[in-house]
């Protein structure tokens, strides 16, 4: 079990800046533009580790810790969601409660991080984030809560084995409700179009990049990798609720021939949700701040729903 959780965590380390080359390859594409490559991201990273950070002037411990909150939250989440294998750590169990503390650990310590260097962009990114993500958490909670009704379980582990072993529940009315909800939490939550363009560096419209101003080097490297843990996440999770074959369950042992099975279903599943994402916010535009917590409210309402259709066919 140590050696499929270490495994899980290192395909989704290594993966996650790809990933991202994958979104911003995808968006230049349909731009008409040729685009920097699949492996840019991890030559900014790379680049990024080789420099000192720098510190505003006022600037507090916070500076220096919580970008190591950021990156170690990521990779907590890497272990603990099933996204190679169901079979995740003994003694922290990858349950819904755990998880969502996890992302929101990682949450606040990012928000914390723009505050403290005091700079006007840094504190507006940073209000914008924790209202987001007040507003998403519980959306999460009740769409994943709604996928365990059935199982009778709220680890993570046991809903995707549940939906692997009844592929009805993959298309049941209140599993389909929970998933797009929880997907619409996803894009809030990584801040991607149409709640947050990351590309974007116009001042009055940024949420993530307002945050990082101030940070530089291998600060900065460990934020944009705690960032994209958290979107890589997130992603597999959703692949692996809508298409669970390919997952390495806790019954395979799991083998070697069952993990090297999940290492690629999850590349492949994961690589094909970065692309419909992309895809999708190429042909869409940002919302405006004030509209957001319309999509986020409606993203909530569907998550109740399912957790109602979930009692009443239960």
Do not use: C
Not at 17 to 33: S, T
Not at 41 to 62: F, I, M, Y
Not at 227 to 244: E, I, M, T
Request: net charge neutral; aromatic share 4%.
């Amino acid at each position: 079990m140590v050696v499929a959780v270490v495994l899980q965590t290192v395909v989704v380390v290594v993966a996650a800046p790809f990933l991202v080359g994958v979104l911003r390859q995808v968006r230049a594409r349909w731009e008409g533009r040729v685009g920097q490559g699949l492996l840019q991201p991890w030559r900014d990273l790379v680049k990024l580790a080789r420099k000192e950070p720098l510190q505003a002037n006022g600037s507090t411990v916070v500076a220096w810790v919580a970008p190591v909150v950021v990156l170690g939250s990521g990779l907590l989440l890497a272990a603990l969601v099933p996204t190679v294998t169901t079979a995740g750590p003994a003694r922290l169990p990858a349950d819904l409660f755990v998880v969502v503390s996890v992302l929101l650990v990682g949450t606040v310590a990012l928000g914390l991080l723009g505050l403290d260097a005091g700079s006007a962009f840094g504190g507006m990114g940073s209000s914008r984030h924790l209202t987001i993500a007040a507003l998403v958490e519980p959306t999460v909670l009740l769409a994943v809560y709604a996928l365990s009704v059935p199982v009778g379980s709220t680890a993570l582990g046991p809903i995707v084995e549940g939906r692997l072993a009844d592929p009805g529940r993959v298309v049941a009315p209140a599993g389909v409700l929970a998933v797009v909800a929880l997907a619409i939490a996803v894009v809030a939550e990584t801040a991607r179009i149409p709640v947050d363009n990351p590309s974007t560096h116009l001042e009055l419209t940024m949420v993530h990049e307002a945050m990082v101003l101030e940070s530089s080097g291998r600060d900065l490297a460990a934020v944009e990798l705690g960032s994209w843990l958290r979107l890589s996440v997130l992603l597999a999770l959703v692949a692996n609720l809508v298409v669970p074959w390919g997952v390495a369950t806790a019954g395979d042992g799991p083998g070697l021939p069952a993990l090297a099975v999940g290492v690629v279903a999850v590349v492949v599943k994961t690589a094909v949700s970065g692309v419909l994402l992309a895809t999708a916010e190429v042909f869409m535009a940002k919302l405006r701040l004030f509209r957001v917590p319309e999509l986020l409210t409606g993203s909530f309402v569907l998550a109740f729903l399912a957790v109602t259709g979930s009692y009443v066919i239960g």
